[in-house]
C-alpha cells in the first residue's frame, strides 16, 4: 500500500497500537503478519518472490555459517544466493528491456530477428529487497556478521514493512539486533515518530506533488516547450525528486521510531553540496553505502592507482543508474554523475576550491554552481525515452531568449499564473524551513517550551498537509512515491 494513502493511516496506527499491546514474544509474529500484509496489499501472488528471496538466503547464509571452515561449499552458497537474487531482479526488471535493445539493434542492421516481449509484472520493491537480503549473505560469507537461526527474525528483516518497498536499504548488523531486542514504550520515541511522519508526509503531499505538477505540463508539451520551460522543469524536479524521496525515507523513520525501531537518515540536505563528491555522501546514503561496500571496494577502490578509481567510479555509477530502472536515460544519468566525479578526482577540485573559497560567499557560489550542474542531471532521470532527450538538451543549448513574451510563453507551458506561483514560492520555503524540525533526534527535546513548539508545529503541518492532499485528490494530482517503482 502506499504510504500517502488512507489504507496506510489506517493500517499504521493499529500496527502500532496492537505490538505494543502484545507480550515481548509475540510482537515479531504480529510484525511479521503485518508486513506480509503491507505487501500484499499491492498483489497477493508476489509474495511468493518474496518467500522465496526469504527462504534461499535463509538455508544459504545458514550452509555458510555451519561450513565456515570449507571455503568452496561456502562460495558455493554464495553464488546461489547472489545468482538467484541477481536473477529474479533481471527477468522481472530487465529482461523485457535488453529484449527491446536487440530488437533495435537488429531492425536498425536489417536483421529479420526480434525478441518477444513477455510483458512481466515487477514486483513492487523487488530493487531493494533483493539488495538488503544480498548485503546480508555477503557480510554472513565475510564472517561480518553471524547467521540468523530464527527464521521468523530473518523474514521479518526481509520484509519489514516501513523499508521494504522504497528503503533505506539497513544492514544486517543495524536493523537485526533492533528487531530482536525488546522496547519499551517511551514519549521520545512516539514524539520523534510522528515528527519524521510529519514532514515525511509534508515533503511528499504539499512540496513534491504541488511542484510535480508543473515539471509534468512541461514534459506533457515538450514540442512546444521553450529552453527556459525546460530549465525550469529540470530545477523543479530536482525539489520533487528530492521531496519524494526524503519524504519516502523520513515517513519510514517515523513508523519504525513509533515502535522503537530507528532506521538511518537517508538524505541529508544534498542540494547544501558544494561538490559532485559530497553531493552523493549526502543523496541516498544507504545505495551509495550499498555500491560502495559490495562493489566499488571489491573492484579495487581507489587502491590501485588513478586510472582504476575512474573506471571503478564509471562502473559503479553506470550500475546504479541501471539499478533505478530499466531505460537508457537512468544510465546516462549514471554516467553523467560519474563524468562529473571523475573531473573531481582529475583535477582535484575539491581540495582547491575547497581551500580557496571557504568562506559564506564561496560556499553559496560553490551549491549554485552545483545545483545547475544537477539540473541536466534531473532532466536525464526525469525523461521518459531517449526522443525526449533529443528535443531537450539541443533545445537547451541553442535556444535563447529574453523577452517578456518568451518568458509569459515558458510559464503558460508550466499552467504557472500568478496565484500558482505564490503556492508554489510558499511550498518551497516552507520545505527550507522544515528541515530542523525534521531531524532525526532533537537537541533539548524534554523542555517545555521545546514540547510546545513542537505541538503548534505538528498542528500546522497536520492542517496543511490534510487541506492540500485533499486539494491534490480532488484534481487527481496525487501521485505515488517515486521509489516504488524501482
Not at 136 to 162: C, M, N, Q, W
Amino acid at each position: 500500500m502506499n504510504f500517502n494513502s488512507l489504507a496506510f493511516l489506517i493500517f499504521l496506527p493499529v500496527v502500532v497500537g496492537v505490538y505494543w499491546l502484545l507480550p515481548f514474544r509475540g510482537r515479531k509474529y504480529w510484525l511479521l503478519a503485518a508486513s506480509y500484509f503491507f505487501y500484499m496489499y499491492w498483489n497477493p501472488m508476489l509474495i511468493i518472490l518474496l518467500l522465496f528471496s526469504t527462504a534461499v538466503d535463509y538455508l544459504c547464509s545458514l550452509g555458510m555459517d555451519q561450513y565456515r571452515d570449507n571455503r568452496n561449499l561456502r562460495k558455493t552458497l554464495l553464488l546461489v544466493s547472489i545468482c538467484m537474487n541477481l536473477g529474479l531482479l533481471f527477468s522481472f526488471k530487465y529482461l523485457d528491456f535488453f529484449g527491446e535493445t536487440v530488437n533495435d539493434l537488429c531492425a536498425m542492421l536489417c536483421i529479420p530477428y526480434r525478441v518477444p516481449a513477455l510483458n512481466l509484472i515487477l514486483p513492487v520493491g523487488i530493487s531493494f529487497y533483493t539488495f538488503q537480503t544480498m548485503s546480508y549473505t555477503i557480510d554472513v560469507y565475510r564472517g561480518h556478521i553471524p547467521a540468523e537461526k530464527d527464521p521468523v527474525s530473518f523474514a521479518l528483516y526481509v520484509t519489514y514493512f516501513p523499508q521494504l518497498v522504497a528503503g533505506p536499504i539497513e544492514n544486517a548488523r543495524d536493523l537485526l539486533p533492533q528487531l530482536k531486542k525488546e522496547h519499551f514504550l517511551n514519549w521520545d520515541d512516539i514524539s520523534a515518530g510522528i515528527r519524521l511522519l510529519l514532514c515525511g508526509f509534508f515533503r511528499k503531499c504539499v512540496v513534491a506533488d504541488f511542484v510535480g505538477i508543473y515539471v509534468n505540463a512541461v514534459f506533457a508539451r515538450l514540442d512546444t516547450a521553450n529552453a527556459f520551460a525546460i530549465f525550469c522543469a529540470g530545477a523543479l524536479f530536482c525539489i520533487q525528486m528530492y521531496c519524494d524521496f526524503a519524504g519516502y525515507s523520513e515517513i519510514a523513520a517515523g513508523s519504525a521510531r513509533l515502535m522503537g525501531v530507528r532506521l538511518m537518515c537517508n538524505f541529508n540536505r544534498p542540494y547544501l553540496s558544494q561538490s559532485y563528491t559530497e553531493f552523493f555522501r549526502r543523496w541516498h546514503i544507504s545505495l551509495n553505502r550499498w555500491f560502495t561496500s559490495y562493489v566499488y571496494i571489491p573492484l579495487g577502490g581507489s587502491r590501485r592507482g588513478k586510472g582504476r578509481k575512474l573506471l571503478n567510479m564509471v562502473i559503479v555509477f553506470a550500475l546504479c543508474g541501471l539499478w533505478h530502472g530499466a531505460r537508457w536515460t537512468y544510465v546516462l544519468w549514471g554516467l553523467y554523475a560519474a563524468f562529473w566525479l571523475c573531473v573531481e578526482s582529475l583535477l582535484d577540485l575539491n581540495r582547491r576550491f575547497g581551500e580557496q573559497w571557504d568562506n559564506p560567499l564561496g560556499r553559496l557560489a560553490r551549491r549554485s554552481i552545483m545545483f545547475l550542474i544537477f539540473v541536466p542531471a534531473a532532466l536525464l532521470f526525469r525523461a521518459d525515452s531517449l526522443q525526449q532527450l533529443v528535443v531537450i538538451f539541443p533545445r537547451l543549448i541553442t535556444e535563447i531568449g529574453f523577452s517578456g513574451n518568451y518568458f509569459h510563453a515558458a510559464f503558460e507551458t508550466m499552467d504557472l499564473d500568478a496565484l500558482s506561483l505564490a503556492q508554489l514560492i510558499l511550498c518551497l520555503v516552507a520545505m527550507a524551513r522544515i528541515y530542523d524540525w525534521g531531524l532525526y533526534d532533537l537537541p533539548g527535546a524534554g523542555t517545555a517550551h521545546a514540547s510546545a513548539q513542537r505541538l503548534s508545529s505538528a498542528v500546522y503541518m497536520v492542517v496543511l498537509i490534510a487541506l492540500c492532499w485533499l486539494a491534490l485528490l480532488a484534481t487527481q494530482d496525487a501521485a505515488s512515491f517515486a521509489y516504488f517503482q524501482f
